[in-house]
């Protein structure tokens, strides 16, 4: 069974991403007790599936690594992971939260040892490769997951792999009689940051995203460029395997976009400018980037990272929104369209297009199980006639890691502030 200790002056953090982890540790760190609730098996969301940040170039591992420190350090902080958030009732000071739990089928006596990965056969979609390649169905997500323990997943519960993993198991780590589980804690605030979800290409119909396979998006492009991706780090077309030294970056796919997302999403034009770094990298003078865009949008500490770009005699910069995608009898993605400068028409060959898609929320909003108000695209806004419930990061606007981290903060702040109250009202 899962045991969770909790009171009415316990800050409940929904979402174990880069804000998540953030918004926990900012309140633990100040005495408060945290539960800090995730659906995937591992912390780190979305920015632990980046091969770098921008502007400075630098791996996620860093900071990952130094919130996981000071986590596994704080024992006022308890994580659940595979566990989601079905119900939230009472008022600010005085939640009641049902939580759904999954079963992992591996309990803590787990030295991540793979000795159970060894002997499965079946194999599963790459979720954290967003679905690029596939995993055995014993499995560690990634390289640095916390909690450091294998899965197993369910569709192999019953079968002779999920006996041979139990068997090739010298902890006695798998418990093949894990069940979901339903619990019910306390809280007096919640932090709600369950982060963003990359926008549907599909939905985005002249760009023939599912059709053509070499056209991908940029948060696939991002695990193909990492060395611990699926394919080392070459950037190769998913069609034929061949190396991709000619690559367009779509702007706006599906943003500032009535159809679509109405909203800018911020990230996008800085993402792809870091990723022609990658192809930079790769292939060096060989690498060529096109990006075709709107507007480019490198605000503040950002204008220098693009000017540099923009000074790469390697990268080409189109004014324009592709109209659409066809594709010639070799495979390559043809990008057809008007440059805005000069009014010129083009039909562009690439080896590879990727799709710079918006950021929507995880959860919208109307989704989420307590009264909160969310703007037109779904994120929450503040709300102060439930004033015990805040959005951080992702959750409340489409933001960067460094933005997004601070507006964890602040909702830390505003909890710690609400069941300072609570206890103040106790004593």
Same mark, same amino acid.
Not at 82 to 94: L, Y
């Given at each position: 069974?899962?045991?969770?200790?909790?009171?009415?002056?316990?800050?409940?953090?929904?979402?174990?991403?880069?804000?998540?982890?953030?918004?926990?540790?900012? @309140?633990?760190?100040?005495?408060?007790?945290?539960?800090?609730?995730?659906?995937?098996?591992?912390?780190?969301?979305?920015? @632990?599936?980046?091969?770098?940040?921008?502007?400075?170039?630098?791996?996620?591992?860093?900071?990952?690594?130094?919130?996981?420190?000071?986590?596994?350090?704080?024992?006022?902080?308890?994580?659940?992971?595979?566990?989601?958030?079905?119900?939230?009732?009472?008022?600010?000071?005085?939640?009641?939260?049902?939580?759904?739990?999954?079963?992992?089928?591996?309990?803590?006596?787990?030295?991540?040892?793979?000795?159970?990965?060894?002997?499965?056969?079946?194999?599963?979609?790459?979720?954290?490769?967003?679905?690029?390649?596939?995993?055995?169905?014993?499995?560690?997500?990634?390289?640095?997951?916390?909690?450091?323990?294998?899965?197993?997943?369910?569709?192999?519960?019953?079968?002779?792999?999920?006996?041979?993993?139990?068997?090739?198991?010298?902890?006695?780590?798998?418990?093949?009689?894990?069940?979901?589980?339903?619990?019910?804690?306390?809280?007096?605030?919640?932090?709600?940051?369950?982060?963003?979800?990359? %926008?549907?290409?599909?939905?985005?119909?002249? %760009?023939?995203?599912?059709?053509?396979?070499?056209?991908?998006?940029?948060?696939?492009?991002?695990?193909?460029?990492?060395?611990?991706?699926?394919?080392?780090?070459?950037?190769?077309?998913?069609?034929?395997?061949?190396?991709?030294?000619?690559?367009?970056?779509?702007?706006?796919?599906?943003?500032?976009?009535?159809?679509?997302?109405?909203?800018?999403?911020?990230?996008?034009?800085?993402?792809?400018?870091?990723?022609?770094?990658?192809?930079?990298?790769? %292939?060096?003078?060989?690498?060529?980037?096109?990006?075709?865009?709107?507007?480019?949008?490198?605000?503040?500490?950002?204008?220098?990272?693009?000017?540099?770009?923009?000074?790469?005699?390697?990268?080409?910069?189109?004014?324009?929104?592709?109209?659409?995608?066809?594709?010639?009898?070799?495979?390559?993605?043809?990008?057809?369209?008007?440059?805005?400068?000069? %009014?010129?028409?083009?039909?562009?060959?690439?080896?590879?297009?990727?799709?710079?898609?918006?950021?929507?929320?995880?959860?919208?909003?109307?989704?989420?199980?307590?009264?909160?108000?969310?703007?037109?695209?779904?994120?929450?806004?503040?709300?102060?006639?439930?004033?015990?419930?805040?959005?951080?990061?992702?959750?409340?606007?489409?933001?960067?890691?460094?933005?997004?981290?601070?507006?964890?903060?602040?909702?830390?702040?505003?909890?710690?502030?609400?069941?300072?109250?609570?206890?103040?009202?106790?004593?």
């Amino acid at each position: 069974m899962t045991s969770v200790v909790a009171t009415n002056q316990t800050i409940l953090v929904v979402g174990g991403g880069i804000s998540g982890m953030t918004a926990a540790l900012e @309140a633990a760190e100040t005495g408060k007790h945290v539960v800090l609730v995730e659906k995937n098996p591992y912390l780190g969301g979305r920015t @632990a599936q980046l091969y770098r940040y921008f502007p400075k170039m630098c791996h996620p591992t860093c900071g990952l690594e130094i919130n996981l420190r000071r986590l596994k350090a704080n024992p006022r902080i308890q994580v659940l992971t595979m566990a989601e958030v079905t119900g939230i009732s009472g008022t600010k000071g005085d939640y009641t939260v049902n939580l759904k739990t999954t079963p992992r089928f591996v309990n803590e006596n787990c030295t991540a040892c793979g000795e159970c990965a060894k002997v499965v056969t079946a194999e599963i979609d790459d979720a954290f490769n967003y679905n690029l390649g596939k995993i055995k169905a014993a499995y560690l997500p990634h390289a640095m997951a916390y909690p450091q323990r294998y899965v197993l997943d369910a569709s192999i519960i019953g079968t002779p792999d999920a006996d041979k993993a139990k068997a090739a198991c010298k902890y006695n780590a798998i418990d093949l009689g894990q069940k979901e589980e339903t619990v019910s804690l306390k809280a007096g605030a919640i932090v709600w940051a369950t982060g963003w979800q990359p %926008y549907d290409a599909e939905k985005i119909t002249p %760009y023939r995203y599912g059709e053509f396979p070499n056209v991908i998006t940029n948060v696939e492009f991002e695990r193909l460029a990492d060395p611990h991706g699926p394919t080392g780090g070459k950037i190769l077309r998913p069609s034929d395997g061949k190396e991709a030294k000619n690559i367009a970056f779509i702007q706006c796919a599906g943003s500032r976009d009535e159809n679509h997302l109405r909203h800018c999403s911020r990230f996008c034009c800085m993402g792809s400018l870091k990723q022609t770094h990658y192809v930079q990298e790769a %292939y060096g003078d060989e690498g060529k980037s096109t990006i075709y865009y709107i507007d480019i949008r490198a605000i503040d500490r950002f204008e220098d990272f693009y000017a540099k770009v923009k000074a790469n005699p390697n990268v080409s910069f189109v004014k324009s929104k592709v109209a659409r995608i066809s594709e010639d009898k070799d495979r390559n993605p043809v990008c057809w369209g008007v440059n805005t400068e000069g %009014y010129v028409r083009y039909s562009n060959p690439h080896d590879l297009v990727v799709l710079a898609v918006g950021m929507q929320p995880s959860v919208k909003g109307v989704d989420i199980p307590a009264e909160v108000m969310a703007d037109s695209s779904g994120f929450i806004m503040a709300d102060p006639q439930n004033a015990g419930i805040f959005g951080a990061g992702c959750a409340t606007n489409a933001l960067d890691v460094n933005r997004a981290v601070q507006s964890a903060t602040a909702a830390a702040l505003r909890a710690i502030q609400v069941v300072n109250k609570v206890a103040r009202a106790e004593a």
